[in-house]
């Protein structure tokens, strides 16, 4: 799975899309509301883990995640 982190402009907020390893997108949601898009491709009990690697993550970077 990887993990990257998109800067927003003006009115639009930064987001952040996780893809599988075919590059697919599985989830894109706002930093600051993660909570419904990571339960529906069964990551809840991962959010904590994977909020704390974006808010590490620089905007534009590509991280493949071992979950």
Do not use: H
Request: no cysteine.
């Amino acid at each position: 799975m990887y993990i990257i982190k998109v800067k927003g402009v003006a009115k639009i907020p930064d987001y952040v899309q996780l893809r599988d390893d075919k590059f697919t997108l599985l989830a894109y949601f706002r930093v600051d509301r993660p909570d419904k898009s990571l339960d529906k491709v069964g990551l809840a009990e991962k959010a904590e883990y994977i909020m704390n690697i974006v808010k590490e993550l620089p905007f534009g970077q590509i991280l493949k995640l071992d979950l």
